[in-house]
């Protein structure tokens, strides 16, 4: 396995019912997940997934209720076990683990922040943070201090002795985040973590996701079935329906080129322009030199791009890298095509 990947899952499928694995063959022959209940009274939760989650990356699987996302994410520490298929993690296969080795793996390896909380009601938050680290083997002083850092990281200080009950929705889950983060694995699960959030602290807590990212490298895996906070937060998204993975890639590339009609409808009323970064619209048609221009990054947004060229009256924009090499151009009319799709709809 490259060591970009950092969890490779291989022809998973998962059927839920008492005889999964005679009703495999129906499903390995195409039976729909409709007809799969309808002649079988089994339920398809994944069908053939492969699926390649980067090392160090925001990975997001997103899909609507039912889609199979909670179901595959709970396949990476074995929560679930597949009906077929195979998952590696760090070049460990996972499917083959026994009871203490798996364990083992659960707690040094991952750490999972629901989307209720699951925090201990009659533990403080000072105790809940330190809960995993405590089944780690770490106690005392050494947890307390690790388990602080974390609080005061969240924006939690002066919480420590407070209970689950003394505290708002965006707290606890600010808990939850502290708990995953003390016991400082490599893969950070989150499960819908924000999906109960209002708005706004839901917003804050993305934000605070992203910048605890660029200090902790992370592998992180994300649920959500929330397309704008996908494109926020995901390095790559991976998009189910029905127990299919139906696309996997950046935003941009889901954005601009949707794999079918499901992601399509997703991807039609997103602000593209907000979205899109100049690296993905550019070309390689430079204008007259005698036109004003500006110069802009490759990772700026269209809508900072065109704030440019109509701060500046410019009629079109250089794309420079980091060196300051042309890589690409934009003019008003480039522009006007990524949003056009928005206008229409």
């Excluded at 969240?154 to 009950?165: A, K, M, N, Q």
């Excluded at 997703?266 to 030199?289: G, I, T």
Aim: include cysteine; aromatic fraction near 4%.
């Amino acid at each position: 396995m490259s060591e970009d990947i950092k969890i490779k899952i291989s022809n998973l499928t998962k059927i839920f019912g008492p005889k999964a694995k005679s009703i495999l063959q129906y499903v390995d022959n195409g039976m729909s997940k409709d007809d799969l209940l309808k002649e079988h009274k089994h339920v398809l939760g994944l069908s053939n997934i492969n699926l390649e989650l980067r090392n160090k990356n925001i990975e997001v699987i997103m899909g609507l209720s039912g889609s199979g996302k909670s179901t595959l994410i709970r396949h990476i520490n074995r929560l679930i076990d597949p009906t077929a298929g195979s998952i590696t993690v760090g070049g460990e296969d996972i499917i083959g683990m026994s009871k203490e080795k798996l364990r083992q793996f659960r707690q040094q390896k991952t750490a999972m922040v629901f989307q209720s909380f699951a925090l201990l009601p009659h533990k403080t938050v000072m105790d809940n943070v330190c809960y995993g680290i405590f089944l780690q083997g770490v106690a005392g002083d050494e947890a307390h201090q690790r388990a602080k850092k974390w609080i005061d990281r969240v924006g939690l200080s002066g919480y420590e002795d407070r209970y689950p009950s003394q505290l708002s929705g965006g707290m606890k889950q600010r808990v939850g985040l502290a708990r995953a983060l003390t016991c400082d694995t490599e893969i950070l699960m989150m499960d819908e973590a924000f999906s109960a959030l209002d708005p706004l602290i839901r917003s804050d807590m993305q934000d605070l996701l992203l910048e605890l990212q660029k200090e902790l490298h992370k592998s992180i895996i994300f649920i959500t079935h929330d397309l704008d906070e996908a494109l926020k937060i995901g390095d790559r998204i991976a998009i189910l329906n029905g127990g299919l993975l139906v696309q996997h890639g950046t935003s941009q590339d889901i954005l601009m080129n949707p794999a079918d009609d499901y992601v399509r409808d997703f991807v039609k009323k997103v602000n593209r322009s907000h979205v899109l970064h100049a690296k993905s619209v550019m070309n390689d048609n430079k204008p007259d030199n005698n036109k004003a221009k500006v110069i802009v990054n490759p990772e700026d947004s269209i809508d900072n791009v065109l704030c440019e060229i109509l701060r500046s009256d410019a009629e079109y924009a250089v794309v420079q890298d980091s060196k300051g090499t042309e890589v690409g151009y934009l003019n008003k009319k480039d522009i006007a095509e990524v949003v056009r799709p928005l206008v229409a709809d």
